[in-house]
């Protein structure tokens, strides 16, 4: 395994071990808050709206830079490049990459099927016809082997129970020597990351307090480190697995089948 960026190092980490292995920053594991947080009705009521609502303004940077890195990979790539987005939401990165690359075939699964009538929504408002979405588990993905050229899953391998498995059905459905990449918010991200991160999250209905609270006990306590989604890849049969950085409490693994 090669780390070409980010590391895996504890920041300002404070507390005692988790069962995870690294030491703990944020609480996380609140068993009841976690099953909401990790259930596809949550997403349908009240996560998806949230999340789809405040996630792009605060996390622009980091969805650029994600769609700047699979741009890359796409332009060696022999057209039409075909796109797996898992736990796709309302399709922000999907939206984006469609919007950059018209030569790109994006297909976003769900397992919400409300996230993905709202990704249908957007897609519809943006005009696209180059990427579509459908419902799909992340641990039983809805496609033959070697369907794809490039997957991409975007803060979402925290909520599958087996993240593992998910990585093997991602590694099913990619032809050989492709590649994936998997994003998400970094269990150590330093405590001021997350706050100056929840600080820019803004709407009338919620009280800045119980959104940092939320963020660090049920989002990012419940999350993974960089080097576990890299080892998470490893044993799901990846080779060249590498950690890049991205701006923000977030990381980037990129992983080769
Ligand atoms: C934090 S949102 C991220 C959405 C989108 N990738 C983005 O960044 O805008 C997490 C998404 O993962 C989806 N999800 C969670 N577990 C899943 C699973 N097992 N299979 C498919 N989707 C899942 C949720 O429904 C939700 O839409």
Redesign the pocket.
């Known amino acids: 395994m090669s780390f070409d960026g980010g590391t895996d190092a504890p920041s300002s980490a404070i507390g005692s071990d988790d069962k995870r292995g690294g030491k703990r920053i944020y609480p996380g594991e609140r068993g009841f808050l976690k099953r909401i947080h990790?259930s596809?009705w949550a997403?349908d009521i009240f996560q998806?709206p949230i999340?789809n609502r405040l996630?792009g303004p605060a996390a622009a940077d980091y969805f650029f830079t994600l769609a700047d890195r699979v741009e890359r990979e796409a332009h060696g790539c022999a057209a039409p490049m075909r796109i797996l987005d898992?736990?796709?939401?309302?399709g922000?990165?999907s939206l984006l990459l469609a919007r950059a690359l018209p030569s790109l075939a994006i297909t976003g699964?769900?397992?919400?099927p409300g996230?993905v009538r709202a990704a249908r929504r957007m897609k519809k408002r943006a005009g696209l016809d180059n990427c579509r979405f459908q419902l799909?588990?992340?641990?039983n993905i809805p496609f033959a082997a070697e369907s794809f050229d490039l997957a991409i899953s975007?803060?979402?391998i925290k909520?599958?129970p087996d993240p593992v498995r998910g990585l093997v059905e991602i590694g099913r459905v990619l032809r050989p020597r492709s590649r994936a990449f998997i994003a998400e918010v970094d269990r150590r991200a330093s405590p001021a990351a997350l706050r100056e991160f929840a600080d820019k999250y803004r709407a009338w209905f919620i009280w800045p307090p119980a959104m940092r609270w939320c963020l660090g006990n049920v989002v990012f306590g419940n999350s993974y480190t960089t080097g576990e989604v890299a080892d998470f890849a490893s044993r799901a049969g990846f080779s060249a697995v590498s950690i890049q950085e991205v701006p923000g409490p977030f990381f980037l693994v990129s992983a080769t089948k």
């Open positions: 990790d596809a997403w998806g999340y996630i898992v736990g796709a939401g309302a922000t990165m699964i769900d397992y919400s996230q799909g588990n992340a641990m975007v803060n979402s909520h599958w």
